[in-house]
């Protein structure tokens, strides 16, 4: 269980000139199972701010913390930051990110097998991920095998398998065909039903909202950090 807490963040990269502001005094609170999702336009820094809470970049100043832990921050010539792998946050990527030569069972049970996690516990949560995703009978396939929208939810339930402390979805939705995007039980809306305590922030595709009552929209503004949206 953890909040999401991001106060006066700011990215900049390159410089002189050449550099480009990406995050600029973002603030923003996520609470224990809370669901945002991203809004903005090209450039306005929604997959930077996903990639600061996930630790894959450095702020330049501010600080984010999960919880009671503080992840990120930066003051001057200060710097605090705790590398990916020790934050406990899942990361659903837009390239689905599979392991080619792993059966679909083996690329959602990666991070409980890397977590030592029990055999007996590792193939009851592989199975509950498949079901959960509607991949049941395809467990033994490999992700070339599989269309887009298959891979995406492989990714997806990869991402939940573990328990991580915080979930991050970076266009969690864009190979899905409209059938599955649809409906009170479809797209963001199953979500709903993730662990008690974690929290989630997605990245839907342009001009795409997932009206299913368990998310709260976070407007992005192209090149100032971001102002709160409902």
């Known amino acids: 269980m953890a909040s999401v807490s991001l106060n006066r ?27 945002i999702a991203l809004l903005g336009p090209s450039g306005s820094g929604k997959t ?6 996930a630790g894959l970049e450095d702020i330049d100043d501010g600080e984010i913390r999960i919880g009671a832990d503080t992840v990120s921050r930066a003051n001057g010539s200060s710097r605090q930051h705790v590398p990916p792998e020790s934050r406990q946050v899942s990361v659903v990527f837009q390239s689905h990110a599979l392991w080619p030569h792993m059966t679909v ?6 991070p409980l097998r890397q977590g030592d996690t029990p055999v007996a516990d590792v193939a009851r ?10 991949l049941d009978d395809l467990a033994q396939r490999f992700p070339g095998q599989l269309s887009g929208g298959q891979r ?3 990714a997806l339930a990869r991402a939940m398998v573990g328990a991580p402390r915080v979930l991050l979805f970076d266009e969690p939705l864009a190979s899905l065909d409209t059938e599955r995007i649809g409906g009170p039980d479809r797209g963001l809306g199953p979500w709903r039903n993730r662990p008690a305590g974690q929290p989630c922030a997605a990245m839907p595709r342009a001009g795409q909202r997932d ?3 368990v998310c709260r929209w976070w407007q992005c503004a192209r090149r100032h950090g971001g102002r709160g949206g409902g």
């Open 9 to 35: 963040v700011h990215k900049t990269y390159g410089s002189g000139a050449q550099s480009h502001h990406a995050l600029k005094g973002v603030s923003l609170e996520l609470a224990d199972g809370e669901f």
């Open 48 to 53: 930077t701010l996903l990639r600061t809470i």
């Open 105 to 110: 069972h083996d690329n959602i049970a990666f």
């Open 125 to 134: 949560r592989v199975q509950a991920a498949l079901a959960a995703v509607e």
């Open 152 to 154: 995406q939810r492989v």
């Open 211 to 213: 009206d299913c009552g």
